[in-house]
Nanobody, 116 residues
Framework: QVQLVESGGGLVQAGGSLRLSCAVSGINARLINMGWYRQAPGKQRELAASITSSGSTNYADSVKGRFTISRDNAKNTVDLTMNSLKPEDTAVYYC??????????WGQGTQVTVSS
């Protein structure tokens, strides 16, 4: 059974940094594609960053140059380092894994709030 558990969210001032972590169990995170999504109040969930099993990364234009997605193979986690945070980055952040049947696994989410 695949489980995803996010941590690391919190309240930070604009310009600050946070590091989110997604603990993966039930599967080796190194072998799968993973993504970090976010959902702001009243908005649709959107992809912020993704990483493939080969290590290729992709970022939404709104976070490019500020966010970095990475994998910690020893801990079996997928992390999102967020720098130069803006109030518009305020959202609940979710990690995601879609399996071969296109079934989506989601964590419970972690709140990120950026004050101006």
């Amino acid at each position: 059974q695949v489980q995803l558990v996010e941590s690391g969210g919190g309240l930070v001032q604009a310009g600050g940094s946070l590091r989110l972590s997604c603990a993966v169990s039930g599967i080796n995170a190194r072998l799968i594609n993973m993504g970090w999504y976010r959902q702001a109040p009243g908005k649709q969930r959107e992809l912020a960053a993704s990483i493939t099993s080969s290590g290729s990364t992709n970022y939404a234009d709104s976070v490019k140059g500020r966010f970095t997605i990475s994998r910690d193979n020893a801990k079996n986690t997928v992390d999102l380092t967020m720098n130069s945070l803006k109030p518009e980055d305020t959202a609940v952040y979710y990690c995601n894994y879609r399996d071969r049947r296109r079934f989506d696994y989601w964590g419970q989410g972690t709140q990120v709030t950026v004050s101006s």
